[in-house]
């Protein structure tokens, strides 16, 4: 990796979205940490890597503390500019319809899995690494959030229970973050990406208009990099606009 180029830690880089921050910020000329829950299923990824130096791979389980603290570990020295939380799930993929976070049908266990994947784990993260991102230049933490979080837009919503929940605690989680943090010179940020055509909007069932990934990871780069310290912390989506709570 190169030491005078600035560094990202992306989660969730197996696929879609991921895989698209991945290419973008590698475009740019940055390091990429990778990382994925089980990267050796990810072709496309590891095309990236071969193809790109400045790309490294490394395992990471978000719904795991002990994952978070191996890599932390392997870590140790390295800075890290910006820390952007991205991995996330929908729900079950094998569960057509939705039907397990839905009104009857309520599964404790998809749950404690949703929230432990896209509430917990970025802030689990965040904390585990904020010594790395000290160390960085840029001193980013973003959370990727979504507009199904916001009541004043999905209010009537109910298809994805645990989802919408999950991302209207980040939205909360990701603000007392940010007041922790702000003393110490981290910005904090939530930002959406966007209807982006990707395996997770195909299994919610939506069939609109969508980004691509590229367009979307071109987006959220350009968002990230305008970023200062003076940011209010409101979710914002990729075209700049900022959502409704």
């Given at each position: 990796?190169?030491?005078?180029?600035?560094?990202?830690?992306?989660?969730?880089?197996?696929?879609?979205?991921?895989?698209?921050?991945?290419?973008?910020?590698a475009?740019?000329?940055?390091?990429?940490?990778?990382t994925a829950?089980?990267?050796?299923?990810?072709?496309?990824?590891?095309?990236?890597?071969?193809?790109?130096?400045?790309?490294?791979?490394?395992?990471?389980?978000?719904?795991?503390?002990?994952?978070?603290?191996?890599?932390?570990?392997?870590?140790?020295?390295?800075?890290?500019?910006?820390?952007?939380?991205?991995?996330?799930?929908?729900?079950?993929?094998?569960?057509e319809?939705?039907?397990r976070?839905q009104?009857?049908?309520?599964?404790?266990a998809?749950?404690?899995?949703?929230?432990?994947?896209?509430?917990?784990?970025?802030?689990?993260?965040?904390?585990?690494?904020?010594?790395?991102?000290?160390?960085?230049?840029?001193?980013?933490?973003?959370?990727?959030?979504?507009?199904l979080?916001?009541?004043?837009?999905m209010?009537?919503?109910?298809?994805?229970?645990?989802?919408?929940?999950?991302?209207?605690?980040?939205?909360?989680?990701?603000r007392?973050?940010?007041?922790?943090?702000?003393?110490?010179?981290?910005?904090?940020?939530?930002?959406?990406?966007?209807?982006?055509a990707?395996?997770?909007l195909?299994?919610?069932?939506?069939?609109g208009?969508?980004?691509?990934?590229?367009?979307?990871?071109?987006?959220?780069?350009?968002?990230?990099?305008?970023?200062?310290?003076?940011?209010?912390?409101?979710p914002?989506?990729?075209?700049?606009k900022?959502?409704?709570?």
């Amino acid at each position: 990796m190169d030491a005078a180029s600035p560094t990202i830690l992306i989660t969730g880089s197996g696929r879609g979205l991921g895989v698209a921050l991945v290419r973008e910020y590698a475009s740019h000329g940055w390091n990429v940490l990778a990382t994925a829950r089980r990267p050796a299923e990810s072709t496309a990824l590891a095309e990236l890597a071969r193809a790109n130096p400045n790309i490294v791979i490394e395992t990471l389980d978000v719904t795991s503390v002990a994952s978070m603290q191996a890599l932390a570990a392997k870590l140790r020295g390295q800075p890290i500019d910006v820390l952007f939380n991205n991995a996330a799930l929908l729900g079950d993929r094998h569960d057509e319809g939705n039907r397990r976070q839905q009104l009857g049908q309520l599964d404790e266990a998809l749950f404690t899995q949703v929230m432990r994947t896209n509430v917990f784990g970025p802030l689990k993260l965040s904390e585990t690494l904020v010594d790395h991102v000290l160390a960085g230049r840029q001193r980013k933490i973003i959370a990727l959030t979504s507009g199904l979080g916001s009541l004043t837009l999905m209010g009537q919503m109910s298809r994805f229970y645990y989802y919408q929940l999950s991302k209207a605690a980040l939205n909360m989680g990701f603000r007392a973050l940010r007041h922790d943090l702000k003393s110490r010179g981290i910005t904090v940020a939530l930002l959406a990406p966007g209807m982006v055509a990707t395996d997770m909007l195909a299994e919610s069932g939506y069939r609109g208009e969508a980004l691509t990934p590229a367009a979307s990871a071109a987006g959220l780069y350009r968002l990230v990099d305008a970023l200062t310290a003076d940011d209010p912390g409101l979710p914002v989506n990729v075209d700049g606009k900022v959502l409704p709570w």
